[in-house]
């Protein structure tokens, strides 16, 4: 099982930066998918999640200027983030996750790092 992200790297403030992740057909088939970040000296935390039926759920600090979108043909799911702030510098996360009964089933991609800076 493998989850791969891509589309980090450098934006001035007010900018705007799409991720994508891409991985295998079962995961994106039945899995939630979401997408999280973790800032230098912070925890990781959850910045948006999109479900097999793809309703949506935002963390307050990105909400009306992130998106989350998934393609279940071309087996990705994307963030399109906009109106950056150079507090979304952090490093992203791809994450596949599906409940089973009272267990969570997570898979991790690799990071991607986001800088927001002039």
């Known amino acids: 099982v493998q989850l791969q992200a891509s589309g980090g790297g450098l934006v001035q403030p007010g900018g705007s930066l799409r991720l994508s992740c891409v991985g295998s057909?079962?995961?994106?088939?039945?899995?939630?998918m979401a997408w999280y970040r973790q800032a230098p000296g912070e925890q990781r935390e959850s910045v948006a999640v999109?479900?097999?039926?793809?309703?949506?759920n935002y963390a307050d600090s990105v909400k009306g200027r992130f998106t989350i979108s998934r393609d279940t043909a071309e087996n990705t799911v994307s963030l399109q983030m906009n109106s950056l702030r150079p507090d979304d510098t952090a490093v992203y996360y791809c994450?596949?996750?599906?409940?089973?009964?009272?267990?969570?089933?997570?898979?991790w991609g690799k990071g991607t790092l986001v800088t927001v800076s002039s």
């Open positions: 994450n596949a996750h599906l409940q089973v009964f009272e267990k969570v089933i997570n898979y």
């Open positions: 057909g079962s995961i994106f088939k039945a899995f939630d």
């Open positions: 999109i479900s097999t039926s793809g309703s949506t």
